[in-house]
C-alpha cells in the first residue's frame, strides 16, 4: 500500500470502530434524531470504517430505534450495540441489531477496584462471574462478542488479565481495554496491552481494542501507543466527540497512521479523502464547530498566513504541509492576508482574483493590504479586490495619460 508521499511500506490493517453514534452521541450537546443518525452512519459506511458502534439500546426507546435502523440501513459494515453485562441490556442490545448484516454484540463491565467497590459493589469473584455468564449468554445469540473492561487503565493488572481470560474463554474475540477517564499517559497504556498480550500467549484469535478519552489531551497518543503494542482495533469518535473531554478524534488517528505509515506499518481502510466531508456532516447536524486550530479538519489546518511559509508553500508545499489538503478532502489550502503576509502570497492572490501586477503595482497593494491588515486582522477577498481595482485602474490611466 502506498502513504501520502507515494513510499511502499509493509503492513498491517488495523480496525476502525467508530462510536460517534455511541460515545459521542451520549455527551451533552450531540444527540441526534433517528434520521440524523441513519446519515451519519451511511457517510460513515461510505468512509470505510469497519465496525459502527450504533447505541446503548437498554439506554431508552430513542436509542434502541435508532440502533435498529442503522442495522437495517448498514451492510457494508458491522454494527454494535453496546450492554452492560447483564442479561436485560444484552436483550436490548440483541434486539437493536438484530436486522444487521453483520451484528456485533458489545458488552462490558468494569473492573477496576474503584469502580467494583464504590460503583456496582462486586466483590472481584462476583465480577468474574458475571464476566463469565453473560459473555457466554451474548455468545449463544451473537456471533461476534466483544468484551470491554471499563476503566481498564486503573485496573490491577493481575486482576485484568484474569477478567480477560473470563471473557476469551466465555467466547469473546475482541477484547477492548480501555482508559475510561482519560488517566494513562501512553507507557504505561501500552504497557497494559504486552502484559495482556503476553498474558495471553499473544492472543491469537483474539483483537486487542483501545478506547482512549481525552481528559488528559492524550487521547491520540495513547490510541498510537496501543497499536505500537499490539492492539489491531481503535475505538475513536469523528471530531473527537464523547463523554466529558471526548474520545480519540478519528480523523486524527487516521492521518497519523497515514503520514507515518512507513514508521509504524499499519493501515486502515478508511478512505482519507472523505475525512473533512465526514467531520462537516456532524458539525452540521449537531451545531457543533470544530476548533479552527483542530488538527486535519479545523478552518485553520491548511491556513498559512506568516509570510515565510507562504513563500515556502508556493515554492514547495511540502516545506510546511506534511499532508495536502486534497488527501483529506479539504477542497484547497488558504493563504490568508493578514499582517504576516509576504509579497510572494500576495501576488498568487491577486493572479487568483485576475490581476496580474507589476512589480510596482505589488509594491502599492503590498503597502494598502499590510496597512489594512493592522486595523483588521485579515484582508477579505472583497477587500483585495478593491484594493486592487484602485491599485490597477491608477496605474492603467496614468500609463493612458503617459501615453497621450
Ligand atoms: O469509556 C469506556 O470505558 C466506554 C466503554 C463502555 C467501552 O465507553
Ligand atoms: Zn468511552
Not at 460517534?20 to 460513515?44: C, N, V, W
Request: charged residues 25%.
Amino acid at each position: 500500500m502506498d502513504n501520502v508521499s507515494g513510499e511502499k511500506v509493509p503492513v498491517e490493517n488495523v480496525k476502525i470502530f467508530d462510536t460517534t453514534l455511541r460515545d459521542g452521541e451520549q455527551s451533552p450537546g450531540f444527540s441526534m434524531t433517528m434520521p440524523e443518525k441513519i446519515r451519519m452512519a451511511r457517510q460513515l459506511e461510505s468512509l470505510g470504517v469497519d465496525i459502527i458502534e450504533a447505541g446503548f439500546p437498554i439506554a431508552s426507546p430513542g436509542d434502541l430505534e435508532g440502533t435498529r435502523a442503522v442495522a437495517r440501513e448498514i451492510k457494508g459494515c458491522t454494527v454494535a450495540a453496546l450492554a452492560r453485562a447483564r442479561r436485560d441490556d444484552i436483550d436490548a442490545a440483541l434486539d437493536g441489531i438484530s436486522q444487521a448484516k453483520h451484528p456485533r454484540l458489545h458488552t462490558f463491565l468494569a473492573t477496576s477496584d474503584l469502580h467494583l467497590h464504590h460503583k456496582l459493589r462486586l466483590t472481584r469473584e462476583e465480577a468474574l462471574e458475571a464476566i463469565s455468564t453473560n459473555v457466554r449468554y451474548a455468545r449463544q445469540h451473537c456471533a461476534e462478542v466483544e468484551f470491554s473492561a471499563e476503566d481498564a487503565s486503573r485496573t490491577e493488572i493481575n486482576f485484568l488479565c484474569k477478567a480477560v481470560k473470563a471473557a476469551v474463554d466465555a467466547g469473546a474475540t475482541i477484547i477492548n481495554l480501555p482508559d475510561t477517564v482519560g488517566y494513562a499517559v501512553p507507557e504505561e497504556y501500552a504497557a497494559m496491552f504486552r502484559d495482556v498480550i503476553a498474558f495471553l500467549d499473544g492472543a491469537p484469535g483474539i483483537t486487542l481494542s483501545a478506547h482512549c478519552h481525552d481528559d488528559l489531551g492524550l487521547g491520540v497518543a495513547n490510541s498510537l501507543a496501543a497499536v505500537q503494542a499490539g492492539a489491531r482495533q481503535l475505538e475513536l469518535t469523528i471530531n473527537g466527540i464523547g463523554e466529558r473531554a471526548g474520545n480519540a478524534a478519528l480523523e486524527e488517528v487516521i492521518v497519523l497512521l497515514n503520514v507515518r505509515q512507513a514508521k509504524l506499518g499499519v493501515t486502515t481502510n478508511v478512505h482519507l479523502d472523505k475525512l473533512y466531508a465526514t467531520s462537516r456532516l456532524l458539525t452540521e447536524i449537531t451545531g457543533a464547530p470544530v476548533s479552527p486550530n483542530k488538527a486535519v479538519v479545523g478552518a485553520n489546518a491548511f491556513a498559512h498566513e506568516a509570510g515565510i511559509h507562504q513563500d515556502g508553500i508556493l515554492k514547495n508545499p511540502l516545506t510546511y504541509e506534511i499532508i495536502s489538503p486534497e488527501a483529506v478532502g479539504v477542497p484547497k489550502r488558504s493563504l490568508v492576508l493578514g499582517k504576516h503576509s509576504g509579497r510572494n502570497a500576495l501576488r498568487a492572490a491577486l493572479v487568483e482574483i485576475g490581476y496580474t501586477p507589476t512589480a510596482e503595482e505589488l509594491d502599492q497593494c503590498y503597502k494598502r493590504v499590510s496597512a489594512l491588515a493592522d486595523e483588521a486582522k485579515t484582508v477579505s477577498t472583497r477587500d483585495l479586490l478593491a484594493i486592487a481595482h484602485q491599485v490597477m485602474r491608477k496605474h492603467s490611466s496614468e500609463t493612458a495619460l503617459t501615453a497621450e
